[in-house]
């Protein structure tokens, strides 16, 4: 997964974990030391955009937040400080994915169609327009095919790519 390379890169770790029942957790971050941030996802919802949306939400917690903090978004931790650190990896995950201008015009799409061609034109998935037009507007109907969902399989190669013993290419390997 290049997003996992691209991380690792940067010297934070990115994991996968299947979502425990009832917990209504779709991502967290934490970190190891000073030095190395961990984030962990799970396949909350199934949809693509929703993945990637809470992949930037937690980068953003590394960025933008104390080193000290750990990071579960729980629908049902609604203390001020924490609202705060979430709306703030909220934005930086939309602004990431989109400007503010793109989102706006995106905003004002009525059909299927307008959405493919802002994809096509904006170079961003499908699915993640349809996603953020869904979001901005609730007319969930106009671009909800375009949604993809993850399989299964998606989830094995997701978990594979995140278990050392499990993948051949990192048994032996120290990560950062």
């Not at 390379?5 to 970190?31: D, I």
């Not at 990431?96 to 169609?113: P, V, W, Y």
């Amino acid at each position: 997964m290049a997003a996992k390379a691209a991380l690792a890169e940067a010297g934070v770790a990115l994991t996968f974990v299947r979502q425990v029942p009832g917990t209504r957790v779709g991502g967290a971050t934490w970190w190891l030391s000073a030095e190395q941030p961990v984030i962990g996802l799970t396949e909350r919802k199934r949809k693509a955009d929703i993945f990637w949306f809470n992949l930037l939400h937690e980068i953003g917690h590394v960025l933008l937040h104390s080193k000290r903090m750990t990071f579960i978004d729980l629908e049902s931790d609604k203390s001020a400080a924490n609202r705060e650190a979430e709306r703030e990896a909220d934005k930086f995950a939309e602004q990431t994915l989109l400007s503010n201008a793109d989102r706006a015009e995106i905003a004002k799409a009525a059909t299927r169609e307008q959405l493919l061609r802002f994809s096509a034109r904006l170079g961003v998935s499908a699915a993640i327009i349809a996603g953020q037009h869904g979001h901005m507007t609730g007319k969930w109907h106009v671009g909800g095919k375009l949604r993809d969902t993850i399989s299964d399989d998606d989830i094995e190669a997701l978990e594979l790519i995140s278990d050392p013993a499990r993948n051949p290419l990192l048994v032996g390997k120290r990560h950062k």
